[in-house]
């Protein structure tokens, strides 16, 4: 079983969209990471939450801590928002469990 | 602020072989972790170093090494390597634990 699971695994939306990408885990954690990563490999955190909310332009990111769950949101998704998106469960030892990620593709 | 740097970016071994990868984390930073990026297995976590001491392992075997210097620069070894081991390899720093953490652009690294 894995200690972190994303949901879904592809996503295909059309521009202007609102995308949700949900997570979960089962690990304890010290604080629940949101990553961007597109083709070629480098990996941009996007954020870092530990309880309720946190926005970034058009990025909502939310985490309910006993339902061990959080969720990424984009509102008007634009075709540069293609790329994969990961969530990662670090806990006190500095170390993250990586959910499988979730392959976004906005279509003009 | 220079972000993280890794080097080389990419590399070439044949099976057996051994190879070292480097990361500079951010100035400041005396936490560096490593991870490598499979299609199969996804992101998985090596280890975590942290003022020169290593905190954390993961799951690999001990053909997987690694150090952190003085001044917070990291090296990862691979020995006897194996057509398995090809992947991109990711290094992160952070300040310390509930800190942001900030990748490199990656190794890949190919074993043929």
């Known amino acids: 079983k894995n200690e972190v699971e994303q949901s879904p695994q592809n996503l295909t939306a059309q521009e202007g969209e609102f995308i949700t990408i949900n997570c979960s885990y089962s690990v304890g954690i010290s604080a629940l990471h949101w990553l961007q990563q597109h083709p070629g490999g480098g990996i941009v955190s996007l954020f870092m939450l530990s309880s309720g909310k946190k926005k970034h332009g058009r990025l909502i990111a939310t985490i309910n801590i006993q339902e061990k769950h959080s969720s990424l949101h984009i509102t008007a998704s634009h075709p540069r928002d293609s790329a994969v998106y990961i969530c990662a469960a670090g806990n006190t030892g500095n170390q993250f469990y990586f959910g499988t990620g979730t392959s976004l593709t906005v279509i003009p | 602020k220079a972000g993280v740097t890794q080097t080389p970016r990419y590399l070439i071994k044949t099976r057996g072989q051994q190879v070292t990868l480097s990361c500079s984390p951010i100035?400041?930073?005396?936490?560096v972790s490593w991870y490598q990026q499979t299609p199969g297995q996804g992101l998985q976590f090596l280890f975590e170093?942290?003022?020169?001491?290593?905190?954390n392992k993961g799951n690999f075997p001990g053909r997987f090494s690694g150090r952190q210097f003085s001044n917070s620069r990291s090296e990862m070894n691979v020995s006897t390597l194996e057509l398995g081991d090809s992947a991109l390899y990711l290094c992160?720093?952070?300040?310390?634990?509930?800190?942001?953490?900030?990748f490199g652009q990656g190794t890949r690294l190919t074993v043929v």
């Open positions: 100035s400041g930073h005396r936490s």
């Open positions: 170093y942290f003022s020169e001491t290593q905190r």
């Open positions: 992160a720093s952070r300040q310390d634990v509930n800190t942001e953490a900030f």
